[in-house]
């Protein structure tokens, strides 16, 4: 149903949209903050994550890496398309009720980028934190091969994928090895701010598979309607996956592309993930957003 004047009422609800290999319990500890300062939110999971992830016997303790590496995956057939479809009817169904803040972080910038150029009419701001909006380049992958993306530390973290992604389709990450080395260059990639208990708890919501559809797909921003939300952008100056300059190119890029209607700038000291361990800064800015 599109929402009308005679249907919506007040309040806004956040509709949260999760990265890569993640899923809507990463929103957990925002929901609860935006729940304290009276918010609605409706954290999505994407098609194949949440509870329709796949985790196979061969990815649990003790882990069968051959077999694993083989195993067909649920999410090699998901494109972007099936993604901004899917959040695009949870945007209808609650712009009924109300005015809809699209929140997307890291790879879900390309997901709110899709509905944001599909029905511009239904989303009264679109909110990136620290999330890629591809303006001169039409892919995250596109970007990775930019100069702002050298300070990224997922380069070393190569050994910590499993099988062959041309083959399966996605990106396999073992979230559960047991290497001490790799748990540390994984945890300076995107979460150093926090312990090393509280990343060990972040990892176990992850799911390994990720579609390379997604991150290849075309996820250009479109001036004509992505253009005539209004938007923000959370930079997170610690993060060393998706760098500050990197942060500060994609922000560069979309205003000069409409720059009567440039990004609404928010800066938090936090690693790519850290923002969740200190919800209320995050908070703090969404609510400002509520209209």
Known sequence: MTATPDTRAHGTTFVLVHGSGSNSFMWAPIQRELALRGHRTFAVDLPGHGFDAQYPTAYQAPQDLDTWATEPSTLAGVTLQDNVDMVTDVVRRVAAHGPVVLVGA???????????????ELVDRMVYVSAWSCVERKSPIEYMAEPEFE?????????????DPGVLGVGRANYRTSDPGLISALKAAIMA???DAQFLAFLNILQPDESLAVMTADASVDAETWGTVPRSYVRLTEDRSLPIAMQDRLIAEA???????????????????????????LADILDGMAV
Do not use: K, M, W
């Not at 790879?107 to 599909?118: F, R």
């Not at 990224?152 to 994928?161: F, H, R, V």
């Open 193 to 195: 701010d926090g312990t």
């Open 106 to 120: 890291s790879l879900g910038g390309t997901t709110i980028t899709g509905v944001g150029n599909a029905v511009p």
């Open 151 to 163: 300070a990224n530390l997922l380069a070393p973290l190569a050994t910590l994928n499993v099988g």
């Open 255 to 281: 205003d000069a592309l409409t720059p009567g209607n440039r990004y609404d700038v928010h800066t938090l000291h936090t690693s790519h993930t850290g923002f969740l361990l200190r919800p209320e800064e």
